[in-house]
T-cell receptor
Framework: AQKVTQAQTEISVVEKEDVTLDCVYE???????LFWYKQPPSGELVFLIR??????QNEISGRYSWNFQKSTSSFNFTITASQVVDSAVYFC????????????????FGRGTQLTVWP | KAGVTQTPRYLIKTRGQQVTLSCSPI?????VSWYQQTPGQGLQFLFE???????NKGNFPGRFSGRQFSNSRSEMNVSTLELGDSALYLC?????????????FGAGSRLTVL
């Protein structure tokens, strides 16, 4: 079964610090997709990144970067020089089931990491 | 381009009542899925609709139901409300049901059951 673990429940940093949010996943599928979403206090989940299981290239987008390692089943997210506006709950999610064809469109979410950035 | 619209945003019900939540997807998106978010269970998949057909269903009791209309708008209904149904209900849309697609979420409907 698909499973996502975000071991860090809460993280607090001071502005301009770098912070890494961990995500470990479990799946028996060979084809799957990983996502990161951000949930600000308004409640809406905002898409940050998607990565498929065949693309292990790390990605950088401004202050955000992602490290995907299939060998350790991890998809970690780093914010460089954090800002107060980065304060939110961050969710890692996994889709898949292509090998079994039974979970189209469904995402399995981790429990989320509450990031607080203090000025 | 309008985002995913959910109504109502907030509502309060009492145990035993029923509730209907509405979701209007992004124009052109034909797949709508629903998630329940609670502090205890996190984000859990409820169901997914595509072309007016339920394509996938999570592990929720039959009190939770939904439907999709020909214009892709979707509604979910919860009957005989229980205290544990208090949650943020999030709707998301995408072009198709593929798990490869990015889901665009609405702001949610926050249900409080007293």
């Amino acid at each position: 079964a698909q499973k996502v673990t975000q071991a860090q429940t809460e993280i607090s940093v001071v502005e301009k610090e770098d912070v890494t949010l961990d995500c470990v996943y479990e799946t028996r599928d060979t084809t799957y997709y990983l996502f990161w979403y951000k949930q600000p206090p308004s409640g809406e989940l905002v898409f940050l990144i998607r990565r498929n299981s065949f693309d292990e290239q790390n990605e950088i987008s401004g202050r955000y970067s992602w490290n995907f390692q299939k060998s350790t089943s991890s998809f970690n997210f780093t914010i460089t020089a954090s800002q107060v506006v980065d304060s939110a709950v961050y969710f890692c999610a996994l889709s898949g089931g292509y090998d079994r064809g039974s979970t189209l469109g469904r995402l399995y979410f981790g429990r989320g990491t509450q990031l607080t950035v203090w000025p | 381009k309008a985002g995913v619209t959910q109504t109502p945003r907030y509502l309060i019900k009492t145990r035993g009542q029923q509730v209907t939540l509405s979701c209007s997807p992004i124009s052109g998106h034909r797949s709508v899925s629903w998630y329940q978010q609670t502090p205890g269970q996190g984000l859990q998949f409820l169901f997914e609709y595509f072309s007016e057909t339920q394509r996938n269903k999570g592990n929720f009791p039959g009190r939770f139901s939904g439907r999709q209309f020909s214009n892709s708008r979707s509604e979910m209904n919860v009957s005989t409300l229980e205290l544990g149904d208090s949650a943020l209900y999030l709707c998301a849309s995408s072009f198709t049901p593929s798990g490869a697609n990015v889901l665009t979420f609405g702001a949610g409907s926050r249900l409080t059951v007293l």
